[in-house]
């Protein structure tokens, strides 16, 4: 599949049932792209389809089957939306948290391989149910490990608001937790 340049040719990115729950649609959404006018699509198609259904039917399906609705924050990002936000985020603006573009392949970028030549994708998402059941001072630490326990991901990133979290499947996963919530830093398995 070649990278959309028509509106046709986006939906049709679009319609890509990822999963059982999840359309290639549901992950291009981002608020740096609506507010700059920059185009959220993948270079490589393939690339990015195949990720992201791992990503989906191994990482969110049970997370959500499990907990209930989840809601996607930000998942796909495009080389240049994320290297965009990085700029951002480096001159200190506020709401612009992108990590570097060769950080995020096979991550946020998900049509980027690493530099060890390795597909990943990753999703910042929310679980309501879990936040309205558990707000307590480092809670997410409950999220946390059944993670660990239960799915195949390779990293998450845990942030204070409404305990979301970013989480990643890669083809060599890490199997690393770590957290800007308190408290902050590598998680530990109790």
């Known amino acids: 599949m070649k990278s959309p340049k028509t509106v046709a040719a986006l939906t049709e990115i679009g319609r890509v049932r990822l999963s059982r729950s999840f359309f290639m649609r549901d992950m291009l959404y981002s608020e740096i792209a609506q507010v700059h006018g920059l185009l959220n699509v ?17 990482l969110l399906e049970p997370l959500q089957d499990h907990w ?5 924050r930000s998942a796909y990002r495009s080389r240049e939306v994320n ?4 700029r951002m985020q480096k001159e200190g603006k506020a709401g612009y948290t992108c990590a570097s573009n060769e950080a995020n392949a096979a991550a946020h970028i998900w049509d980027m391989r690493d ?12 679980v309501p149910a879990f936040w309205d059941a558990h707000q307590g001072k480092g809670d997410w ?3 946390a490990e059944w993670i660990d326990r239960n799915l ?6 845990f942030f204070p608001t409404y ?7 890669h083809e060599r996963p890490q199997r690393r937790i ?3 919530a308190e408290p902050k830093g590598r998680w530990r398995k109790p």
Do not use: T
């Open 42 to 58: 993948p270079d490589d198609p393939d690339v990015a389809i195949a990720a992201g259904r791992r990503l989906c039917e191994e």
């Open 163 to 169: 305990w979301a979290f970013n989480i990643g499947w």
């Open 115 to 126: 530099a060890d030549g390795c597909m990943g994708a990753m999703a910042c998402v929310v």
């Open 152 to 157: 195949p991901y390779s990293s998450a990133w």
């Open 83 to 86: 290297g965009f936000g990085n």
């Open 178 to 180: 770590d957290s800007y």
């Open 141 to 143: 630490q409950i999220m």
């Open 68 to 72: 209930g609705r989840i809601a996607i």
